[in-house]
T-cell receptor, first 116, second 112 residues
Framework: AQKVTQAQTEISVVEKEDVTLDCVYE???????LFWYKQPPSGELVFLIR??????QNEISGRYSWNFQKSTSSFNFTITASQVVDSAVYFC?????????????FGKGTRLSVIA | EAQVTQNPRYLITVTGKKLTVTCSQN?????MSWYRQDPGLGLRQIYY???????DKGDVPEGYKVSRKEKRNFPLILESPSPNQTSLYFC???????????FGPGTRLTVL
């Protein structure tokens, strides 16, 4: 069965520090998709990135970067030079690809607090 | 603007009083889904729909119904709400069942 583990429940950093959010996943499928979503205090779920299992290239988008390593089943998320607006709960999620329902399986989330 | 909308955003109701939470998307997405978010339990899928008139149960369907008569709408129906259905509900849609799911703003439901 698929599972996503975000071991860090809460992280607190000072503004401008770099921070890495860990995500470890389990799946028996060879084809799957990994996601990160952000949930700010206002409550909505904001999509950040989608990765398929065949693309292990790291990705950078502004201050955000993602490191996907199949060998360790990890898909970690780094925020460089954190800002107060980055304060949110971040969810890692996994969906398996097959002909049918592909619900997102979410980790429990990591609450990031960035202090000015 | 491409979006998923949900209404109402907040609802307080009493046990047994039927209610419907609407969900609509303007992206011509085929796949739609409902999730609930609870402290300590995370986000769990309630129901999903692969296309018009095609719906099925997710992980926690008890006490809920859905319908998909049109591609854009996917309402969630609670025929007889109970306090254990107090939760934050999200509707999501995606182009197909493997694509990125985009979420609505959420509906915070309290059942007294």
């Amino acid at each position: 069965a698929q599972k996503v583990t975000q071991a860090q429940t809460e992280i607190s950093v000072v503004e401008k520090e770099d921070v890495t959010l860990d995500c470890v996943y389990e799946t028996r499928d060879t084809t799957y998709y990994l996601f990160w979503y952000k949930q700010p205090p206002s409550g909505e779920l904001v999509f950040l990135i989608r990765r398929n299992s065949f693309d292990e290239q790291n990705e950078i988008s502004g201050r955000y970067s993602w490191n996907f390593q199949k060998s360790t089943s990890s898909f970690n998320f780094t925020i460089t030079a954190s800002q107060v607006v980055d304060s949110a709960v971040y969810f890692c999620a996994l969906s398996e690809a097959f002909m049918g329902n592909t619900p997102l399986v979410f980790g429990k989330g990591t609450r990031l607090s960035v202090i000015a | 603007e491409a979006q998923v909308t949900q209404n109402p955003r907040y609802l307080i109701t009493v046990t047994g009083k039927k209610l419907t939470v609407t969900c609509s998307q303007n992206m011509n997405h085929e796949y739609m889904s409902w999730y609930r978010q609870d402290p300590g339990l995370g986000l769990r899928q309630i129901y999903y729909s692969m296309n018009v008139e095609v719906t099925d149960k997710g992980d926690v369907p008890e006490g809920y119904k859905v319908s998909r008569k049109e591609k854009r709408n996917f309402p969630l129906i609670l025929e007889s709400p109970s306090p254990n259905q107090t939760s934050l509900y999200f509707c999501a849609s995606s182009l197909d069942n493997t694509d990125t799911q985009y979420f609505g703003p959420g509906t915070r439901l309290t059942v007294l």
